[in-house]
């Protein structure tokens, strides 16, 4: 099985002459389901009521199932109208939310198991040239290569902490310390 695309969904929410965007990484059913069932519900609903608003977005999915395509299209939407709010406040969202930390480190998240290791090398390269001091990379479908690729992740990237990686397949048990070499 490969990834070898990924649907993008995104949402906008309109008030006072201003847009707030949300977006999800989700099938195009839920855009469907944004369109023609959250949005028409909205309409009328304070902009700063984000509160109502995902009340009433989760009450229309009831029926539906709040996991999977339901939960995903309303939190686009909902996203969507936080992000409204903060620009009609003139105000960033984590702001308003209430900030626990000063910032978050970003890091460059990608390397696919399908990806060649040419593939890996440049998208871990542009990662370094972009300022990225930490990469997640995909493991999982071949222990033996995953190693080799976790390598040279790590001599892209300084320190051993600066590499992770998440299980895109697992066929049967996988060693937990394969990409220690062990």
Same mark, same amino acid.
């Given at each position: 099985?490969?990834?070898?695309?990924? $649907?993008?969904?995104?949402? #906008?929410?309109?008030?006072?002459?201003?847009?707030? %965007? !949300?977006?999800?990484?989700?099938?195009?059913? $839920?855009?469907?389901?944004?369109?023609?069932?959250?949005? #028409?519900?909205?309409?009328?609903?304070?902009?700063?009521? #984000?509160? @109502?608003?995902? %009340?009433?977005? #989760?009450?229309?999915?009831?029926?539906?199932? @709040?996991?999977?395509?339901?939960?995903?299209?309303?939190?686009?939407?909902?996203?969507?109208?936080?992000?409204?709010? +903060?620009?009609?406040?003139? @105000?960033?969202? *984590?702001?308003?939310?209430?900030?626990?930390?000063? !910032? $978050?480190?970003?890091? +460059?998240? !990608?390397?696919?198991?399908?990806?060649?290791?040419?593939?890996?090398?440049?998208?871990?390269?542009?990662? *370094?040239?972009?300022?990225?001091?930490?990469?997640?990379?995909? %493991? +999982?479908?071949?222990?033996?290569?995953? %190693?080799?690729?976790?390598?040279?992740?790590?001599?892209?990237?300084?320190?051993?902490?600066?590499?992770?990686? $998440?299980?895109?397949?697992?066929?049967?048990?996988?060693?937990?310390?394969?990409?220690?070499? +062990?």
């Amino acid at each position: 099985m490969d990834w070898d695309h990924t $649907t993008l969904v995104v949402v #906008t929410a309109e008030a006072g002459g201003r847009q707030g %965007i !949300g977006y999800g990484y989700a099938d195009a059913a $839920t855009a469907r389901l944004v369109a023609d069932t959250l949005a #028409t519900r909205l309409p009328g609903l304070d902009a700063f009521d #984000t509160n @109502r608003a995902w %009340i009433v977005m #989760t009450e229309a999915v009831r029926n539906l199932g @709040r996991p999977g395509i339901a939960s995903m299209a309303v939190s686009a939407l909902d996203v969507a109208l936080w992000d409204l709010k +903060g620009k009609l406040l003139d @105000r960033s969202v *984590a702001d308003l939310l209430g900030r626990a930390r000063d !910032g $978050t480190p970003a890091y +460059g998240s !990608g390397g696919f198991t399908s990806c060649s290791d040419g593939t890996l090398a440049e998208q871990l390269a542009g990662w *370094a040239r972009d300022g990225l001091p930490a990469v997640k990379m995909k %493991i +999982g479908r071949d222990a033996a290569r995953d %190693i080799g690729r976790v390598a040279r992740a790590r001599l892209r990237h300084r320190e051993p902490q600066e590499v992770g990686g $998440t299980v895109e397949q697992a066929p049967g048990d996988v060693d937990a310390d394969a990409d220690e070499g +062990g």
